[in-house]
């Protein structure tokens, strides 16, 4: 069926998106890790306390929570009440499922891509510069429209699986 | 309650019924009722803007790095030390493998600052080896989850910083020490619950190893022991921050794991680093929203409405400290304990502070209560993973854990009526 196989290659994109956010969170949280410890270690032993680390890790903490947490939409890593849903028989329970992710997807719309993007685009407005390392804010907060894209893109791939599997009986 | 409160509720309950991950129904709940308070562009970006300056602090950093530390921990050989340590303290007790667990997973939870973590470490080796004793698997999963859950009260712990930054910025250190009291006493009522029901249903001593191997087993669990000595040792002699120690931490076990115990390889560790940044993010975007629906709600004015409420019903001390408990025993059973702390806080911290409670003691005893909700059906973190390392169900769980729950509100109980249990350490210290 050509609906199967846009399916299908929807989620093989979505694959390749996964694995690719993958890698970018493991060298975030890495480059945090370095970072933090390098505070430390320049606090106590150089005893030349730097100052652009603890504002760089306060932006990775950023992209790492907000980039990781379209990661998680993928994953299914997110809590969440299955309750009530798996009681449901197959059919009525699909049309929930695809109603929860409707959710998703019109709140990364509407607060992250949308939301987000206005953030954005009014600090670079106010040339909001960081104190320490002298970046514009305006790209820290780039993470939140990035997310909402990923998450959209992650929960319409769901909806789609969900419509494409035949309901059991 | 004015109406935009009102919807916040119901979109939020509807969003949780139909199984909306709670972040998300938190966030939506907070954006549609922006929408009905302030124009539709502000509205957004109001919200885009709190999500994310909500995770811009140095505190939380801890965060992260504690998580990862305990991932260090739990595959990096230091759960099987703690486990041999434990059995030789409390093993030759009637039903010793039901203490030897509550001990492991407290050891585990202060150490690694994570319940969900020391629930699949400890459990997973110990839920198969009580049960290899005849111990009824549901029994072992219940004190694997409730004995974890304590190491949460006892610090370092990542709830608490969390609370500290909803707080306002009541002293991390502080409320570490505040935990210590709490929390070991806590541990110590599960052995004594774990123990009546093992000498009624005549569970087997798990014989307590001889001197010689004894000492070995101490010998071995130094190392991992004396993460907790570095880390807490440096907070409250005010040597590292929270932050900083949680950064020490993650250094100290990736030395054991890897090349001193060798049970972590290099090439494990992106898997690791991912596992863990997925982990810290699920925490991070519930602090993302939550920060935001608590930022709609005192714009609504309601913990000044709520505090005045609270005060005209009654004005003894005893029955709104049970009231605020019980709201809070019954939220914790289907909210995660980080929105509940980020969104009570701010709402009831003004009216303890009416009440004369101090800070320090608010905290410690809304944590301990909403751990109580992490073991509770229908939602919570601990439940969800002890049941899948048991491979057993929620219902079947919940039974064995009613004595548990018991004993866990008869503590809560004590530290919400004596405060000198939360407050005498840390007085002792000087904070």
Known sequence: ?169 | MDAPVVLLVVTFLACLAIGVPIAVSIGAATAVTMLVTIPLEPAVTTTALRMATGIDSFALLAIPFFILSGRLIAEGGMAQRLIDFAKVLVGGFAGGLAYVNVLASMFFGTISGSAVAATSAVGGFMIPAMEDEGYEREYSVAVTMTGSATGLIIPPSNILIVYSLASGGVSIAALFVAGYVPGILLGLALMLVGAVIAKRRRYPVAGRPGLAEGFRAFLRAIPSLLLIVIVMGGIIAGIFTATEASAVAVVYSLILAVPVYREVRVSDLPQILLKSAETTAIVMFLIATSTALAWILSYENLPQDLAAFLLSLTDSRVLILLLINLLFLVVGTFMDITPAVLIFTPIFLPVAHELDISSLHFGIMMVLNLCIGLCTPPVGSILFVGCGIGRTTVARTTRALLPFYAVMVLVLLLVVYLPWLTEALPRLLGY
């Open chain 1, 1 to 169: 069926m050509p609906a199967n196989g846009f399916v299908a290659l929807l989620t093989l994109v979505v694959d390749r998106v996964e694995r690719t956010l993958a890698w970018l969170l493991v060298l975030l949280m890495g480059v945090m890790v370095v970072d933090v410890t390098w505070q430390v270690v320049s606090r106590f032993l150089l005893r030349a306390p730097s100052s652009f680390t603890e504002e760089l890790a306060g932006f990775l903490l950023i992209w790492v929570g907000i980039l990781g947490a379209a990661y998680g939409f993928r994953t299914r890593a997110h809590l969440g009440i299955d309750l009530l849903v798996s009681r449901l028989r197959s059919g009525a329970r699909r049309a929930v499922t695809i109603l929860a992710h409707t959710v998703v997807v019109l709140f990364a719309l509407s607060v992250m891509v949308i939301g987000g993007t206005l953030l954005v685009r009014l600090a670079f407005q106010l040339d909001q510069i960081s104190a320490a390392m002298g970046i514009r804010v305006g790209f820290v907060y780039l993470v939140l429209p990035l997310s909402g894209v990923l998450i959209t893109l992650f929960s319409i791939e769901s909806i789609a699986r969900a419509i494409a599997v035949p309901v059991e009986r």
